[in-house]
């Protein structure tokens, strides 16, 4: 069965104290709530490991932003999904559309982040979103599926049954413009017919398929009321405890 899960990506934001304080103040919260999906935060690099021995991993997941497209070596600036790993972190983004747009990220590098990813246990949150352009000229539902195609469909039916994706519009992220539910539900199914078709039914029905852009405590349950939405990617509402956990409890 797939799970429900909120994820938090917060950026290039937070200094270090400011990120472990934040990461214990959602810990605590999730304490002391029954929370009805997993939660995940995601960290800059320099915070996981500060932020790994401050969190229950059993109530609270940690993720990257981001890991390198080679195992190790003359990659200055660089860090490794072994590296990534060995924090404690067991979660990824990878493919977000701002790494796309403003680092170049190509699905050849994605698949090779992707196979690194997986080859040291972390576990993959996958972007694919459409940008502006694409929804208003109508070839989104192809876009979406190339990015599927591209970056995933090289991974055996076992391995892509470890990947959680994130569809996130690119217009909505950071904009304040949500997709509205049916929008994002339209999507997510389409989503899933595109992944059944190469891997079957039930690999489909078992991937978890988050909704990221705009995000916030007000319109999450409307979105997660949607049968294909099973969580959402959140930026900038994750860098507040009561605006994250105002998502979480949506569900
Ligand atoms: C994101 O960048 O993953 C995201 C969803 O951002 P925001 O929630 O701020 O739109």
Request: proline letters at 2%.
């Amino acid at each position: 069965m797939r799970k429900n899960i909120v994820a938090g990506n917060w950026k290039m934001n937070t200094t270090l104290q400011e990120g472990v304080k934040l990461a214990e103040e959602v810990n605590e919260a999730l304490k002391n709530t029954s929370a009805k999906c997993d939660v995940v935060i995601c960290t800059p690099f320099t915070h996981l490991a500060s932020v790994a021995s401050v969190i229950d991993a059993n109530i609270l997941g940690l993720g990257a932003e981001n890991c390198a497209d080679h195992v190790s070596g003359a990659y200055t600036g660089e860090v490794s999904a072994a590296m990534v790993a060995s924090t404690g972190a067991r979660y990824v983004i990878l493919g977000h559309s701002e790494r796309r747009q403003y680092y170049g990220e190509t699905a050849e590098t994605l698949r090779e982040k992707v196979a690194l990813a997986l080859a040291n246990g972390l576990t993959p949150i996958f972007c694919i979103g459409e940008v502006l352009a694409e929804r208003e000229n109508g070839t989104y539902n192809e876009v979406v599926k190339a990015q599927i195609v591209d970056g995933l469909f090289q991974l055996s039916a076992e391995d892509f049954g470890k990947i959680i994706l994130a569809y996130e519009p690119v217009w909505a992220i950071g904009t304040g413009k949500t997709a509205t539910a049916d929008q994002a539900q339209d999507m997510h199914a389409h989503i899933r017919n595109v992944i059944a078709d190469k891997y079957g039914k039930e690999i489909a029905d078992n991937t978890s398929i988050l909704y990221g852009g705009s995000c916030k405590a007000s319109n999450a349950p409307e979105l997660f009321s949607k049968p294909d939405v099973d969580g959402g990617l959140i930026g900038g509402a994750s860098l507040k405890c009561a605006d994250f956990m105002g998502i979480v409890n949506a569900f």
